[in-house]
């Protein structure tokens, strides 16, 4: 069973920054692609940024040039880091790991990111 714990969130002011951290757990062969994900209060859950297993990363176009992903293979754990934020960027933010052998997605559960004006 493969488990993924996300830890970052939080409340920050306008202009701010903040980094969250997913890391996963549990009997894992290969990680192929990681991916945040976030969901706002009634509206979808909408895809944020994906980085495959080689490194290249897909960007929302709302937040490209204020959201960096990255990824750590040895600690099986994806990164987010947001700068600039907006309050439109409040939600509640998922990441998403697609394994490989046996292929399989699983989801973390989801921390809150609230930005206040």
């Known amino acids: 069973q493969v488990q993924l714990v996300e830890s970052g969130g939080g409340l920050v002011q306008v202009g701010g920054s903040l980094r969250l951290s997913c890391a996963a757990s549990?009997?894992?062969?290969?990680?192929?692609?990681m991916g945040w994900y976030r969901q706002a209060p009634g509206k979808q859950r909408e895809l944020v940024t994906l980085i495959t297993s080689r490194g290249t990363t897909t960007y929302a176009d709302s937040v490209k040039g204020r959201f960096t992903i990255s990824r750590d293979n040895a600690k099986n754990t994806v990164y987010l880091q947001m700068i600039s934020l907006k309050p439109e960027d409040t939600a509640v933010y998922y990441c998403n790991m697609k394994m490989v052998l046996p292929t399989r997605e699983y989801w973390g559960q989801g921390t809150q990111v609230t930005v206040s004006s």
């Open positions: 549990g009997t894992i062969f290969s990680i192929n692609t």
